[in-house]
């Protein structure tokens, strides 16, 4: 690993702020990937650095129409006290487009949730509150080569970084998904390297994810991994490239986005 200070990772801190709004569209991507556009005012000063930011976003309580947004005070989201507070959970900003006010968020439709149940009904006119993101964690786009690695629910970043990523760049995806229904197109000048692995046809093998990593060749030079997914598998990925692959610790970015048996999961993974 060389001293190359243009691949050092930045933090950026936004301000924290809530916004409602409105679906526009709603667009089946797959039969199990749901992208809902939303718009509104509240969008003019939205940003989102980086494709590995969220957004939380707040679904309304059943039977109501609107979310019960938080307002920021000064020790951070003050809710109204007259209504429970709203379910919230946390999600990939897909696509924004400040001129048009629309930003893209692409739902996973799993068993159950009340995302996943919200996101199966969703329709245009409906009302959403989102707060964040809060930070974006900055990937130099520069390195030699890009590895990127996640499920489902890991898509929608994954595809955002194949799209900002200068055409030419060397870039490997380890992908695991439900069949082969659950694939996507990806708009891209990358030099792709694109591996799916289908875990249904694997009779629901837990580890496909590692067996693919552990399958895949790592080319010399400066590279950064970027992996997010379910909590285990993503551990298990992690701790095979840091020990049994010598990548560096500064070199990998890891994440849990949900785990099995537990609702509302958010975990950057470290030592
Ligand atoms: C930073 C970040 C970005 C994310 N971006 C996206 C995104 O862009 N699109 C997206 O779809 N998800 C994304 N997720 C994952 C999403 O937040 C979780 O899947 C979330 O738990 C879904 O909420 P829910 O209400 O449907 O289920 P929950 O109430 O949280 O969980 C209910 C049950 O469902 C299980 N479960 C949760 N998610 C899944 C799943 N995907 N597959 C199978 N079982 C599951 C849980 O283990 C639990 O048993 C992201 C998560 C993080 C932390």
Redesign the pocket.
């Known amino acids: 690993m060389q001293n190359r200070p243009e691949l050092t990772v930045t933090r950026v801190r936004h301000p924290l702020k809530f916004r409602l709004l409105q679906v526009k569209r709603v667009q089946a991507l797959t039969p199990l990937l749901k992208r809902v556009t939303l718009t509104g005012e509240d969008l003019a000063d939205f940003e989102s650095a980086s494709f590995d930011d ?1 957004v939380k976003v707040f679904f309304p309580e059943p039977g109501a129409d609107k979310p019960a947004l938080p307002v920021a005070g000064p020790d951070g989201p003050v809710f109204p006290s007259d209504r429970p507070r709203p379910t919230a ?4 900003p ?1 696509r924004f487009d400040r001129a048009a006010r629309e930003l893209d ?4 439709l ?7 149940t919200w996101a199966a009904q969703a329709r245009p006119g409906q009302h959403l509150g989102i707060a964040g993101p809060r930070g974006s964690f900055v990937v130099p786009t520069g390195f030699d080569w890009h590895l990127l690695i996640g499920d ?2 890991a898509l ?2 994954i595809a955002r970084r194949l799209e900002e990523l200068p055409a030419g760049s060397r870039v490997a995806a380890i992908l695991e998904i439900a069949d082969f229904s659950a694939q996507i197109e990806f708009d891209t000048a990358v030099d792709l390297h694109v591996v799916w692995r289908h875990r249904n046809e694997a009779g629901g093998q837990d580890d496909a994810l590692l067996q693919a990593v552990r399958d895949t060749y790592l080319p010399d030079g400066d590279g950064y991994v970027w992996a997010a997914g379910e909590s285990s598998a993503i551990r298990a990925v992690r701790q095979h490239l840091c020990t049994e692959r010598g990548i560096d610790k500064t070199r990998i970015r890891a ?1 849990s ?10 975990e950057s993974i470290d030592d």
Do not use: N
């Open positions: 969220h959970r946390d999600y990939t897909r968020i692409d739902f996973v799993h068993d159950a949730g009340p995302a996943t489902e629910t929608p970043a994440s986005y949900w785990r099995r048996g537990a609702a509302a999961v958010h």
